[in-house]
């Protein structure tokens, strides 16, 4: 396919846009932000930054805005991600190349992970992409948790703050993990490589690491011992879905952790990188203890 050097990125607010936007605007890319008509962004645009609005549930109202643009990344969170739909086909209707979803997440190439329920509308808007190949192409970036922003509000189970953590399942199982600037670069190289990247799911990761070798830099950068919790997944996967079924969706958090630290979700999918293509490096122990230590500061 000819190449990519116009995108239009949905969604530059959250704890990823900024580091998908900083990456883009670093490139070659000519970069443009799309946000909802009277949003913060629209009333406060970044500096340097072309901002366009649109009616996120009007396929000619979002066509409009992407007229011209080879790629659409999106990073919409929540309720959203289960309504990319109008947003792809808004996408094929404005003659884009390439759609990137907002997936940024766990594994969902993985049959046990697929099985959870928070992962539906993701793995909804691919399902639709695939559908879809013939009008449009697509790029679905797996990434597992985000490392940087997963220690310093302590979702990784290491709570450095509080000086806490809670370790899952004996807290030894591998998972893969990227800081937000790996995602953001992993971003521009899916673009620039759009014949490598073409119509499948990408991954990176910045390292591999388990909630023990998190909490033993954690001890050793803060000099402090933490107190520590045990929980079972299994446990926390039923919990969770008790809560959904009462409507309270943040058990959608407790199925997410049966993913990552529960035994067969493909969490560790170090057999399956695309580093190479992406540009890329995996830290070693030394380079996440960095990291851990740079949280700590």
Request: with cysteine; glycine share 10%; hydrophobic share 45%.
């Amino acid at each position: 396919m000819s190449a990519i050097k116009k995108v239009i990125l949905v969604g530059a607010t959250g704890n990823l846009g900024p580091a998908i936007l900083k990456a883009l605007q670093a490139s070659t890319l000519e970069t443009t932000i799309l946000t909802r008509e009277n949003s913060e962004t629209a009333k406060n645009p970044p500096e340097n930054t072309k901002v366009l609005t649109a009616n996120y549930a009007s396929v000619s109202s979002l066509a409009a805005a992407f007229a011209g643009q080879d790629a659409v990344v999106t990073t919409i969170a929540g309720a959203a991600v289960g309504e990319q739909q109008v947003l792809i086909d808004a996408a094929i209707q404005a003659g884009v190349k390439r759609f990137i979803p907002s997936e940024f997440g766990s594994n969902v190439t993985n049959e046990k992970t697929r099985g959870l329920a928070v992962f539906a509308g993701k793995i909804a808007a691919v399902d639709y992409l695939k559908k879809k190949e013939a009008e449009i192409t697509w790029s679905a970036l797996i990434n597992g948790g985000f490392l940087d922003w997963g220690l310093k509000v302590g979702f990784l189970g290491v709570d450095i703050a509080n000086k806490k953590a809670t370790l899952y399942d004996g807290g030894n199982s591998p998972f893969s993990v990227t800081l937000l600037s790996d995602i953001g670069q992993a971003i521009v190289s899916i673009l620039t490589h759009p014949e490598e990247t073409k119509n499948r799911y990408v991954f990176v990761q910045s390292a591999v690491v388990t909630q023990n070798k998190l909490l033993a830099a954690a001890e050793k950068a803060t000099g402090e011992k933490f107190v520590v919790e045990h929980q079972n997944t299994e446990e926390v996967e039923k919990a969770g879905n008790e809560k959904i079924a009462k409507g309270d969706f943040s058990g959608f958090f407790d199925l997410i952790r049966r993913c990552v630290w529960g035994e067969g979700y493909g969490s560790d999918y170090s057999d399956k990188l695309d580093n190479e293509i992406l540009g890329v490096k995996v830290l070693d122990d030394a380079g996440v203890e960095a990291v851990v230590k740079g949280i700590v500061g």
